[in-house]
């Protein structure tokens, strides 16, 4: 049997192959009866540039139908897809690409100056560019490419793609997920969460993240959904599409921004049949007020890159706030000793790539996969996740590991040390704050530290306040009182 994701995808192509896959506002559509020829040609492309099983396609490039195609022709020739945040920079971006070693880079045109050297030095073979309506010299060269119609023979546990976590010491680890892990989560979720004929999809995630691209994406295409197909969250035209879709998946900010838009009302939402939250913990207030608002109950559910989701609240039953439900059919969880939620199941990932130390340090002697986020669970099963023991920020979605940005900030003049924390704040659920100790507090500045990380980081990751002090606060122990600071900076946003 052959493994490949594709080959799944594939079977379940609605046999009218009119019907519309990704309807996006502006550019062209695509049409089921189109993906086959599509990702076929692409195959042959990725192939006359030796993409072959195993090889490396890193992207950076916006949200498109072609970067979609480009996706599912990877999973065809067996390649193994690595989707980069278009936030991250050039000096960002260098390390994924040393650490891989892809034979593809594929990024936006505009950034393919700062883009080159470092794929250059990396080693890439071949340097594309896409644009945000799927333009550019990769499409350019594939327009003439021989479709190749072989789907390559993976195994269950052959990799689909590897996906970039930060580490707690603010080097990234990437994530190898197979096409089992995959396809596995796919089928659970397709089935948990009643996908059925005439479901439309409301799509405004990014698509280089596990939610926008494997959640969501996968969910639809097993189902033969049609994807209302959005570049970025924008609350009014998230309005007009409402009417049209059963179904969106968004974090805790999509949900909190539609409720502070005007005319988001329960006559917008009739047509929805589920909401699902994800990715950052959903306040109780939050879900409260959605569901006085349209009489909808968000579904939460938890997951991450190393295992695709994990749990989700019940699409029949109860789906209690500030719970993230029951383990998904075929997962298992269980509580460590100091309370961390420990998994096991088909979901989760074969390891860091080229990373086989950190990989033993986050297994279990017996092989449970350690998640560090802290959780809950009642002898009924239901769990919480009640805080995390990895240090980490989550920001609109996003993961921002507060060491990675220290580092940065101790290599700036006048810099003795620095402390990252992650405090409330109201569209982004946490945001990120520094407490830095200088040398020389008139001439180093909050303005002057945020300029200084200014591309080097992600923009999403600089600091929205810098606060200068004199010393940090340190337990018995010498290390960092990060409670005591973010209780210090609780209210700055509220
Ligand atoms: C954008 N900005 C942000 C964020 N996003 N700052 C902090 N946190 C963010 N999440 C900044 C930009 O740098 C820019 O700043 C300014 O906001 C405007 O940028 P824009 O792109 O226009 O922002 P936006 O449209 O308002 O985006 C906010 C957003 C977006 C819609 C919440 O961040 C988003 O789509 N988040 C979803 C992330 C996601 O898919 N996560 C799933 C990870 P400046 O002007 O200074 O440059 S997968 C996962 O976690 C697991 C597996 C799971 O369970 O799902
Ligand atoms: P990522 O590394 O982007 O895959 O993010 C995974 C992390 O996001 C998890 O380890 C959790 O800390 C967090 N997360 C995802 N979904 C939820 C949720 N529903 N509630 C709380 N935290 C969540």
Not at 224 to 240: A, H, N, Y
Request: net charge negative; hydrophobic share 40%; glycine share 8%.
């Amino acid at each position: 049997m052959n493994e490949n994701l594709y080959e799944l995808i594939r079977s379940r192509f609605p046999e009218d192959g009119s019907k519309p896959f990704l309807q996006v506002t502006i550019g062209e559509n695509l049409l089921y009866g189109e993906l086959e020829n599509e990702t076929s040609r692409i195959a042959g492309f990725l192939r006359s540039l030796n993409v072959r099983k195993g090889e490396r396609v890193a992207v950076q490039i916006d949200k498109s139908t072609n970067a979609v195609v480009l996706y599912l022709a990877c999973l065809r020739v067996g390649a193994i897809y690595l989707p980069l945040n278009t936030a991250y920079t050039a000096n960002e971006v260098s390390y994924f690409l040393e650490n891989t070693e892809p034979q593809l880079v594929v990024c936006r045109p505009e950034t393919v100056v700062q883009i080159e050297p470092v794929a250059k030095k990396a080693g890439v073979a071949h340097i594309l560019t896409m644009s945000a309506e799927g333009h550019g010299s990769f499409t350019d060269q594939a327009s003439g490419a021989q479709a190749d119609s072989y789907v390559e023979q993976m195994q269950a546990d052959d990799l689909a793609a590897i996906l970039y976590t930060s580490g707690t010491t603010g080097r990234s680890k990437g994530a190898m997920l197979t096409h089992k892990n995959l396809s596995s989560n796919a089928l659970s979720l397709h089935r948990i969460w009643g996908w059925q004929e005439g479901d439309v999809l409301l799509h405004a995630l990014p698509i280089f993240h596990v939610h926008g691209l494997f959640v969501a994406l996968h969910c639809a295409l097993l189902n033969g959904s049609m994807v209302l197909f959005q570049r970025g969250f924008k609350p009014e035209m998230i309005l007009k599409l409402l009417p049209q879709a059963t179904v969106m998946m968004g974090v805790p900010t999509f949900y909190t921004r539609l409720l502070d838009t005007a005319g988001f009302s329960r006559e917008v939402c009739s047509n929805i049949r589920l909401f699902i939250s994800g990715s950052a913990p959903l306040l109780v207030d939050t879900f409260n007020s959605f569901e006085t608002r349209t009489g909808h109950r968000i579904l939460e559910r938890y997951g991450m890159s190393e295992a695709g989701m994990i749990t989700s609240n019940p699409l029949d039953g109860d789906r209690a706030p500030g719970t993230v439900g029951y383990p998904l059919p075929d997962v298992q969880v269980r509580t460590s000793e100091q309370g961390v939620l420990e998994i096991t199941g088909p979901n989760v990932f074969k390891g860091y790539w080229r990373m086989p130390e950190k990989t033993a340090e986050e297994f279990s002697p017996d092989g449970w996969f350690i998640t560090g986020d802290l959780c809950e669970i009642t002898d009924e099963g239901r769990v919480s996740i009640v805080g995390r023991s990895k240090d980490l920020i989550i920001s609109g979605g996003y993961n921002i590991y507060p060491r990675e940005i220290e580092n940065e900030i101790d290599l700036l003049d006048g810099v003795v040390e620095s402390a990252v924390i992650g405090v409330y704040h109201p569209d982004f659920g946490e945001t990120v704050v520094a407490v830095v100790v200088t040398t020389d507090i008139a001439s180093t500045s909050e303005a002057k530290v945020i300029a200084g990380l200014d591309g080097k980081l992600a923009r999403f990751k600089l600091p929205r306040r810098v606060f200068l002090v004199d010393e940090l606060p340190r337990n018995a122990m010498g290390k960092v009182g990060k409670a005591i600071l973010r209780e210090q900076h609780d209210g700055l946003f509220r």
